[in-house]
């Protein structure tokens, strides 16, 4: 039987799921996007390379490893080919990568919509990365959109392309956009069509094929968090996909039974990029020495991420809708130097403690975090590599949180590197 692991993760996004993914991809024998596009933003770093991924599986750095963007993304063509081309230039050139033909396929007017929705707020803007997400999830929902498959089909193609101006054009005209000419755009996507249609498959049978094999080891890569889930996060500042390993049957097109081992990705604090409530959110001093000290600036957008204590709230909350057999504790070297550290174990609201998130963001907005302090630690911790070498406090603070969380660390990353990691549990060292 194979073997599969769905790394997600569990907070607001930038959890680390591109250093997990490619950390796992050395050994297997494919990874599969299935939701989100290319507002994502992953970072992989070996050798003394830094590497950013939006759309692309962050196993693409293993020329052995098959790399599939399924049906349940939105995808950008044009950025796909920018990306390879980004790739090809830091010398990636030796990769596989199929794209799903029954993916949604993000137009540009798309994009030009998300900026115009955002200004007609009036100032209570979501902060979407303006990738034309929504509007692409929108149209694929309507029944309107184009879908990658379509770029094979050019016949097909001018059909739908004709029928999404007519519908599109006038309300981009509305808006006082510029519009967008049926011919210019059909020649664009065939020259596209060109480039990728080579990679355009049924991704659906590729991938059941892999797992119905023996020793194959299949990872599903998430993208953005939990708490930007568009029917479990923070509505309406949320994605507009659900990055939940509940989502890997439909977004790869394959049976749940073969999602099992849900690896939970989980910064050793909290970071939100965009707007939104947030309730461990620090202001203070602490807030800006996390900050720099994890980079924590946004990979797509550039925007300063804000900062808080780890929400043990949330995490108990994404365990549960998520399966989370395990938390891969990220950044946790970024803690390093601090006096007292935080966790969430709860939230006061009208005089009572909630162990789970409420529903609606109007209660949330009026719930304050219950803090348990902890110790902190003043040793580097980036050159640790087992778990018996951390300082004490770190190792109590690790404990705490499984207490709380009810649910196991299973590896611990310590830095950016590839080799900055420790993996605990022996089934995560298996696979
Ligand atoms: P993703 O979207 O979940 O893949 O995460 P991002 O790549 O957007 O953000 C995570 C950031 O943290 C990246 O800059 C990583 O290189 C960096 N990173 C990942 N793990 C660690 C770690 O353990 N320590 C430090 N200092 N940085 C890390
Ligand atoms: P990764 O995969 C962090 C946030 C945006 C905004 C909201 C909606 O790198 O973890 P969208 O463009 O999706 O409509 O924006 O979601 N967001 C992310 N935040 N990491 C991400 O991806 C994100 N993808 C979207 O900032 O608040
Ligand atoms: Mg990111």
Redesign the pocket.
Same mark, same amino acid.
């Given at each position: 039987m194979s073997e599969s692991l769905v790394v997600i993760?569990s907070q607001w996004?930038?959890? =680390? +799921? =591109? +250093?997990i993914t490619d950390y796992f991809a050395c050994r297997a024998d494919m990874v599969v996007r299935y939701q989100g596009g290319n507002n994502?933003?992953?970072?992989v770093?070996f050798d003394g390379h +830094?590497y950013s991924l939006q759309s692309i599986p962050s196993g693409i750095f293993n020329p052995k490893t098959v790399n599939v963007m399924a049906n349940g993304m939105v995808v950008n063509p044009v950025s796909v080919i920018e990306e390879l081309e980004r790739l090809h230039k830091q010398g990636i050139t030796d990769y596989q990568l199929f794209i799903s033909s029954r993916a949604a396929m993000v137009m540009p007017w798309h994009s030009a919509f998300d900026g115009a929705y955002e200004a007609l707020k009036g100032g209570k803007l979501i902060g979407t990365t303006k990738k034309g997400i929504g509007p692409a999830y929108s149209d694929k929902y309507s029944r309107t959109g184009l879908r990658i498959g379509d770029l094979l089909e050019p016949e097909y193609f001018a059909e739908r392309l004709q029928a999404a101006l007519a519908e599109k054009n006038p309300q981009l005209e509305m808006l006082g956009l510029p519009t967008y000419d049926f011919q210019a755009v059909y020649d664009q996507y065939m020259e596209i069509a060109k480039v990728i249609g080579p990679m355009i498959t049924d991704t659906s049978l590729l991938i059941d094929s892999y797992l119905r094999q023996e020793d194959k080891k299949v990872l599903f890569e998430g993208a953005q968090g939990m708490m930007l889930c568009i029917d479990h996060g923070t509505y309406p500042y949320v994605t507009s996909s659900t990055p939940s390993a509940s989502s890997v049957p439909v977004g790869a097109g394959i049976s749940p039974k073969w999602v099992k081992n849900v690896l939970g990705?989980a910064k050793a604090y909290c970071t939100r990029v965009g707007e939104g409530p947030f309730p461990t959110e620090l202001f203070d001093e602490r807030a800006h020495e996390i900050r720099e000290r $994890?980079?924590e600036y946004g990979?797509v957008t550039g925007r300063p991420r804000r900062v808080g204590w780890f929400d043990a709230v949330v995490a108990r909350y994404t365990s549960r809708l998520a399966g989370i057999d395990w938390w891969a504790l990220?950044?946790?070297?970024?803690l390093s130097g601090l006096d007292k550290i935080m966790i969430c174990t709860g939230y006061e609201c009208d005089g009572e403690i909630l162990q789970a998130p409420p529903s609606t963001i109007a209660t949330l907005a009026r719930c304050k975090p219950v803090l348990i302090e902890m110790d902190g630690w003043k040793e580097d911790i980036t050159g640790c590599r087992s778990f018996d070498e951390l300082p004490e406090a770190a190792k109590a603070y690790v404990r705490k949180i499984e207490e709380i969380t009810e649910t196991p660390v299973g590896m611990i990353?310590? $830095?950016?590197d590839r080799k900055?990691t420790i993996t605990i549990a022996e089934e995560l060292k298996k696979f």
């Open positions: 993760g996004g930038d959890e =680390g +799921k =591109g +250093k994502a933003g992953h970072t770093v +830094k990705v $994890g980079h990979t990220m950044l946790f070297d970024v990353s310590v $830095g950016p900055q």
